[in-house]
């Protein structure tokens, strides 16, 4: 089986732009999540964006010609659209493959009004130590993959990868037939999906993305919540995130809490057998408001 993770350690930017990175989302689920002891991740497939490993489909349709020349071996395309078309299918039919996104940008007002109604809350999260707990969960229970970095947006930077993965397949081929050519153009159309969860339309650059991901085993439970009147599959990654947090930026038209009653509330407030409920150390957390100022 040829490493496949060689392929997208090199196409993946891993570092975030910045030590912190940054979780929206309402009052629930923000205080759900500083109780410090799970992360929930949705199914990549229902996320907000419709063109969700859509856009990556429709480069390559448009890169067909070049595909075509890169490869120049009228089997090795066939196997090659045969086994995109096949990858496709058991997504749809038995996609495992989930996210927790958050975004390079704290306090971006495209993330307030997109995730939250301008409501709500922006969590600042250590990078490296929220990392540090995926990487645990996944090691503990098998995950089939697991990667994290940042969204690309630029269509030119998206071609110019996936004709890079493409070449070096044509390359892997070279002078092989079936099964052997098969199993190596299976390993990289796996990469391509893969790569294809940190493509996005650019219309979207203002989100400034950065994704974890985990292509789930099967053992591992699926829950399921509801948003906007649609039902997403989701898992729950256990851990222990309560050292990860290091602001909370209340939203622009929030009212549910000031930042000196969250600040009381994190730190007294107790679960139903009188124990506190909020495990991590409140005052190592920075609590502001919005710079963005609304009346409505």
């Not at 009228?74 to 996104?101: A, G, H, P």
């Not at 996936?162 to 070449?167: A, C, F, G, Q, R």
């Not at 506190?276 to 609590?287: A, F, G, R, S």
Request: net charge neutral; hydrophobic share 35%.
């Amino acid at each position: 089986m040829y490493n496949i993770n060689e392929i997208l350690c090199k196409h993946i930017n891993k570092e975030p732009k910045l030590e912190n990175v940054y979780h929206y989302s309402g009052s629930e689920a923000m205080l759900n999540i500083l109780k410090g002891n799970s992360i929930h991740m949705s199914l990549i497939s229902l996320q907000n964006d419709l063109l969700e490993i859509k856009h990556t489909i429709s480069l390559l349709e448009e890169m067909k010609d070049d595909i075509s020349n890169i490869i120049n071996d009228d089997v090795i395309l066939k196997d090659f659209n045969t086994e995109i078309k096949n990858y496709k299918r058991y997504l749809e039919r038995k996609s495992r493959v989930y996210t927790f996104s958050v975004s390079n940008k704290s306090d971006s007002l495209t993330c307030w009004s997109e995730y939250t109604n301008k409501l709500g809350y922006c969590i600042g999260i250590n990078f490296d130590k929220i990392n540090k707990q995926i990487e645990n969960f996944c090691e503990d229970n098998k995950m089939i993959a697991w990667l994290c970095g940042n969204v690309i947006y630029d269509p030119k930077e998206q071609k110019k990868i996936l004709k890079l993965v493409i070449k070096k397949l044509s390359e892997e081929v070279k002078g092989k037939r079936h099964p052997k050519s098969t199993e190596i153009i299976g390993d990289f159309v796996v990469a391509i999906y893969f790569l294809s969860y940190f493509m996005k339309c650019e219309a979207l650059v203002e989100e400034d993305e950065y994704r974890f991901v985990i292509h789930t085993s099967d053992n591992i439970p699926v829950y399921f919540k509801n948003k906007q009147n649609i039902t997403i599959p989701y898992i729950i990654v256990d851990g222990d995130f309560s050292d990860c947090y290091r602001e909370i930026i209340i939203g622009p038209l929030e009212k549910r809490f000031t930042k000196e009653s969250l600040k009381l509330y994190l730190k007294h407030e107790l679960n139903e057998k009188n124990e506190k409920m909020y495990k991590l150390n409140v005052e190592d957390i920075n609590i502001d408001y919005s710079r963005i100022k609304y009346r409505w």
